[in-house]
T-cell receptor
Framework: GESVGLHLPTLSVQEGDNSIINCAYSNSASDYFIWYKQESGKGPQFIIDIRSNMDKRQGQRVTVLLNKTVKHLSLQIAATQPGDSAVYFCAESWGGSQGNLIFGKGTKLSVKP | ETGVTQSPTHLIKTRGQQVTLRCSSQSGHNTVSWYQQALGQGPQFIFQYYREEENGRGNFPPRFSGLQFPNYSSELNVNALELDDSALYLC?????????????FGPGTRLTVL
């Protein structure tokens, strides 16, 4: 079936460096994509989202890039901080932001001080 | 904080029992979605409720059922618990169906089935 996958299960970066977390999706009908951060023992926390009519969206220290040609999504975190250490999930939906979110398995980001 | 609350925080049940989990949506949100997250996995969609009606269901058996109340809070019921039902159960609330609001998650209920 359709699924969202991640290229790297773990990512270790130095504090202050930029982080890039990649995600592949397989459903060309998906019209909405979202990144969540999940810390141990907590629920997923919204980071940033993007709709299929956009290629790039920026937030505070984060940028999401969408490449529909190769069905690829990435999350860039600028000046990574120890507080950014968590598991990051991308998810897709073909029902807009309210639709059934299909999640990947996650990437664990570790930030070394 | 998202304003989405869930209870209880943790729960231990034995195989064959029934369980009810509760979720209070963020103020102003009328849509609640439930997800199951097994250890080390991403969340999986169970079902969604909009204005007290089920509005979509994932690949879960009928022993997973739900309710949404007039105040938009919601319950997830699981009958005949199995060991594989052990997971973190998450609810997410969002605004008007068809609107542009994203889904905001609560802290989850950790269910352990022995």
């Amino acid at each position: 079936g359709e699924s969202v996958g991640l290229h790297l299960p773990t990512l270790s970066v130095q504090e202050g460096d930029n982080s890039i977390i990649n995600c592949a999706y397989s459903n060309s009908a998906s019209d909405y994509f979202i990144w969540y951060k999940q810390e141990s023992g907590k629920g997923p926390q919204f980071i940033i989202d993007i709709r299929s009519n956009m290629d790039k969206r920026q937030g505070q220290r984060v940028t999401v890039l969408l490449n529909k040609t190769v069905k690829h999504l990435s999350l860039q975190i600028a000046a990574t901080q120890p507080g950014d250490s968590a598991v990051y999930f991308c998810a897709e939906s073909w029902g807009g932001s309210q639709g059934n979110l299909i999640f990947g398995k996650g990437t664990k980001l570790s930030v070394k001080p | 904080e998202t304003g989405v609350t869930q209870s209880p925080t943790h729960l231990i049940k034995t195989r064959g029992q029934q369980v009810t989990l509760r979720c209070s949506s963020q103020s102003g949100h009328n849509t609640v979605s439930w997800y199951q997250q097994a250890l080390g996995q991403g969340p999986q969609f169970i079902f969604q409720y909009y204005r007290e009606e089920e509005n979509g269901r994932g690949n879960f058996p009928p022993r997973f059922s739900g309710l949404q109340f007039p105040n938009y809070s919601s319950e997830l019921n699981v009958n005949a618990l199995e060991l594989d039902d052990s997971a973190l159960y998450l609810c997410a609330s969002s605004g008007t169906l068809g609107g542009l609001d994203t889904q905001y998650f609560g802290p989850g209920t950790r269910l352990t089935v022995l």
